[in-house]
């Protein structure tokens, strides 16, 4: 299942702030993420882009954040905090709009507690932030179990992150470019140059001092050099977060060996996701449901802590006498009620199970037929 929600761009602010005007003068919009749901009213349109905003007296926005509304269509406004008025009186320009390609594209109809529910959360433990490059010990722990097992890869193998201010000049090219390095042979100066456009030229690197470079290598007895890149995927980028670095002084390596990195480098990648995710085993009830989405109820505070970290989260749906139906999703909503938080999700994926979202459609149409019967009935009985 791949119904992500598609977007397009506005083709100018003045055809957004019409948008807004006309469809959105009764309809409240909203701070993405903001586990209040905090309201945000427009109070005045103003020149260079900007607008005056009014939401809840406690609420301090990010200098960057972003407010969202659902008319005909979905609509998500990026704002830049410009100045606090007072306290929930801001002055924002808008930096970009979008709005959904199509309107949703099932019925989403409310749920019976009980009726259907949510388990096997699978959540990050942690946030990696790529920008500082700092890792938490389970994570180093399999780093180091990753070079303990592929040791014999080659006479030296390094495994480790790159660092926030990486003075290594290849290592530094490497995590800004996401490229290869392979030096087939060290004491050869063609052997550094880049065989094609996903490997690095050391040569450019070096200039002048690759002289020194290849004397630094044949004094350490290196007769050949591979480092490849792992690339870490978190909530909001993804990056090379790693490398691993294989020094031969008695093979020759080519580009096989790189092949073989890449491969390795997948499999640390699958590990390190693994050991940066908790399992919840707790059931939690389904508010409603649609072919798209759903929007889960969370009584755990657990689990609710867990959430409230992330923008994505694997979990499974479970509707009754049914086996599990596995679901990657996207948190588009969350706030809260009370004690309990409401999360609004969008499916973003499903398990590679045969058949599996065939089945979770062949359960749900028949809820969907009997769902606007009963609309419909009602209607009928207010008319009468």
Same mark, same amino acid.
């Given at each position: 299942?791949?119904?992500?929600? &598609? ?14 005007? &006309? /469809?959105?003068?009764?309809?409240? %919009? ?99 932030? =790529? ?13 180091? &179990? ?126 390190? &996701? ?28 657990? %689990? ?60 749900? %149409? ?5 769902? /606007? ?5 009602? =209607? ?5």
């Amino acid at each position: 299942m791949n119904d992500k929600r &598609q977007f397009e761009g506005f083709s100018n602010v003045a055809e957004l702030i019409d948008v807004l005007k &006309q /469809k959105f003068q009764n309809i409240k %919009l909203y701070v993405c993420f903001s586990l209040e749901k905090t309201e945000v009213n427009i109070n005045e349109y103003l020149e260079n882009n900007s607008i005056l905003i009014v939401t809840d007296p406690s609420y301090t926005p990010d200098k960057m954040f972003s407010i969202y509304g659902l008319a005909d269509k979905y609509v998500e406004i990026d704002l830049e905090l410009i100045e606090k008025k007072g306290p929930g009186y801001f002055l924002c320009r808008i930096k970009a709009a979008r709005k959904a390609l199509h309107g949703r594209k099932g019925l989403r109809f409310k749920l019976e507690e009980g009726e259907v529910a949510a388990t096997n959360f699978k959540i990050a433990n942690y946030n990696i932030d =790529l920008t500082d490059y700092k890792i938490p010990t389970t994570i180093k722990v399999v780093l180091d &179990q990753f070079k303990s097992l592929n040791a014999k890869m080659a006479d030296i193998v390094n495994v480790d992150v790159f660092k926030s201010s990486e003075t290594d000049a290849l290592l530094n090219n490497i995590k800004k470019t996401g490229k290869n390095v392979l030096i087939s042979d060290t004491s050869d100066a063609e052997s550094y140059k880049a065989m094609n456009d996903n490997f690095i030229d050391v040569t450019e690197i070096y200039g002048k001092d690759l002289a020194r470079f290849m004397k630094f290598n044949a004094e350490k007895g290196y007769k050949s050099i591979a480092i490849t890149p792992f690339i870490y995927v978190s909530d909001k980028e993804a990056s090379p977060f790693g490398y691993i670095r294989i020094n031969s002084k008695t093979a020759t390596l080519d580009i096989d060996a790189i092949f073989d990195m890449k491969e390795k480098s997948m499999n640390l990648i699958g590990q390190i &996701q693994e050991a940066n995710t908790k399992l919840f085993t707790v059931r939690q009830p389904i508010a409603d449901i649609s072919r798209d989405g759903v929007k889960l109820k969370i009584t755990d505070p657990d %689990l609710m802590n867990g959430i409230s970290k992330v923008k994505r989260l694997v979990f499974d749906i479970l509707f009754k006498m049914q086996a599990p139906i596995t679901i990657n999703g996207e948190i588009k909503s969350a706030y809260k009620l009370g004690k309990d938080m409401f999360i609004g999700i969008d499916f973003t994926g499903n398990s590679s199970r045969k058949d599996e979202m065939k089945r979770f459609y062949e359960v749900l %149409l028949p809820m969907e037929a009997a769902y /606007k019967a009963n609309l419909i009935k009602n =209607l009928k009985a207010g008319k009468n």
